[in-house]
């Protein structure tokens, strides 16, 4: 079906809907982010009209895949129905073709949507993403402000015999370079003997080097020093991977990273879930064809009223939060990340496919 005339047309009016879809969502992304980054960063010393705009279009992309599989349900959904208002669906089942022939088309055309999103806008995002939070860093930091990330930096190292930890703020360079450092040093019993502040820690050649440090010991008066150096044994690569934020990390380097870090004794649970997100994306997007389909065929058979487009509509919704929360049990450890990502996608798909033989076949 899909190579014949019929399925080229089917196949040609799904991708230029797609495409007007992916446009219209990304300006709006794109004006919407672009108000939100002015509004917080106008009156940082950094910042102008052009540098925000370049930040806005960085971060464009990773914001645009998180809408990817909501996209392919309203995608699937609106060429259907353009297709039952034209009777041309009407005309094709009447011509004696099952559901499961004219459906191959959209079918087709998801799953390829899935591989670009897995192969092109992962690792436009991933770039994207990493780019646009060293510039914002670059921009606070040249103010003298910063921002707290939502990943928090906790390190506990034991070098020449002195248990620290340390925290930050934020984090970049891969992590080689805190922002905004509390370092705690520990005696044999436990206790806080020093309590370090500092602006920056950047990881040298067995050494964090500190700048501008507020020094606190118990029972005596603060002391503040330009520099000092805290002695560590710890490797960039490890704190590479250790920091490692999925959402910053492509597709093609995810296996890569996964075998580091396992090598270090990381947990890579987070970096597993990912993966296995982004592979099993194309069959998500299926599965949201198949939802579409279910809907679209009873409105263009039965007359069926609004509701049952939304019943479509919430029905994606949920499959979509549901995957989303389920990937957050998967990141955590609390369920394999292969099972936490898999069985949703398969459970819907499955369901999609067993209300079409209803509606089909009975």
Request: hydrophobic letters at 50%; one cysteine or more.
């Amino acid at each position: 079906m899909i190579f014949s005339t019929l399925g080229r047309y089917f196949f040609r009016r799904y991708v230029v809907t797609a495409i007007w879809f992916f446009l219209g969502v990304c300006a709006i992304i794109f004006l919407a982010d672009f108000s939100e980054t002015s509004r917080r960063m106008a009156s940082l010393d950094g910042y102008s009209v052009g540098g925000a705009l370049v930040f806005t279009a960085m971060r464009t992309p990773f914001i645009f895949q998180q809408t990817i599989p909501t996209l392919s349900l309203f995608i699937g959904m609106t060429t259907l129905i353009a297709l039952n208002r034209r009777y041309e669906l009407v005309v094709t089942r009447a011509a004696g073709m099952s559901v499961w022939q004219f459906i191959m088309p959209f079918a087709t055309g998801a799953l390829l949507i899935g591989l670009f999103g897995m192969l092109v806008v992962n690792p436009l995002a991933a770039w994207g993403q990493r780019e646009s939070l060293s510039l914002e860093a670059d921009w606070r930091q040249s103010s003298d402000t910063s921002v707290q990330s939502n990943f928090l930096p906790w390190i506990r190292q034991t070098s020449d015999g002195q248990d620290t930890i340390i925290g930050a703020k934020s984090f970049q360079a891969d992590g080689t370079e805190l922002i905004d450092v509390v370092v705690f040093h520990f005696d044999n019993t436990g206790q806080v003997v020093l309590r370090q502040d500092a602006s920056t820690a950047k990881l040298e050649d067995g050494y964090w080097l500190l700048t501008n440090v507020l020094e606190n010991r118990p029972g005596e008066i603060s002391n503040r020093v330009d520099s000092a150096r805290l002695s560590t044994n710890l490797r960039q690569e490890f704190l590479q991977e250790s920091l490692s934020q999925p959402e910053t990390v492509a597709f093609f380097d995810l296996s890569r990273k996964i075998e580091v870090g396992k090598s270090f004794g990381i947990s890579t649970k987070a970096l597993e879930t990912q993966f296995h997100s982004l592979l099993s994306l194309p069959l998500l997007l299926v599965a949201m064809t198949l939802i579409a389909a279910t809907v679209s065929l009873k409105f263009s058979r039965f007359a069926q009223s609004r509701s049952v487009i939304l019943g479509g509509i919430v029905s994606g919704f949920v499959l979509y939060v549901v995957t989303v929360l389920v990937k957050a049990f998967g990141s955590s450890g609390a369920v394999p990340p292969f099972v936490a990502v898999w069985v949703p996608v398969i459970v819907a798909t499955a369901l999609g496919a067993t209300i079409l033989l209803h509606q089909e076949d009975g």
